[in-house]
């Protein structure tokens, strides 16, 4: 319990790490909240910054997921006799939740695509590459980041299921059931893309600003 606790504090504050927000304050002395789309991500850095800083943004969004989840690994192996993928979805969860409400910048952070995509690759490589395969086939075909991240998020319980079923043949049910909670996350958060999508006023890359 105390491990698990340790890791769940570590991966928050590790999660409050909001790259988009250090790198645009840092490098342009300004707040990514109060541009384009509002939010606290590597998408909305990309329009309004470019590519080097979102480069940047994804790099540090990623790897705080990365390193939550291995941490919890190797905390939940050294110091308990439960099984590691427990701490690693603790962790991916908190890491989610620090990203979303960051305890160094008011609690308003972003909606979890990179860092929940840190955590798949430090849970199971292998499970990143349907999802990325989803995202580009989306995202070719709508040119929404948004749409591709929320096809994704709908699609990692069932890639989960699938890998923890028919590979792996363990922890199913644990496995699905977190995955299904951080992806109805990511997907509650898109909630303002979802109804600009609806309106067709959703932000298109490669086309005119709307
Ligand atoms: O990573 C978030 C992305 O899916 C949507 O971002 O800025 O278009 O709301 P944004």
Redesign the pocket.
Known sequence: VLCGAACAAAAYLLGSLSFSIIVTRLLYHKDIRTF??G?A????VL?TFGKGAAALTIVGDIGKGILAVLLAKWAFGAFTAADPIYGAYIAAFCAVLGHVYPVYFGFKG??A??VATGTIIAIKPVLILPLLAVFFIVFLCSKM??L???CCAAAYPAVTFLYFHFVAGRDVVLTTCCAAVIGGLVIWL?R??IQRIKNGT??KFGRKKK
Do not use: D, L, P
């Not at 991500?41 to 909305?44: A, F, H, I, P, V």
């Open positions: 384009g789309s939010n991500g590597m998408t909305n329009r972003g909606k695509v990179s980041v948004s591709a991240s929320i898109h303002s893309n959703e932000y």
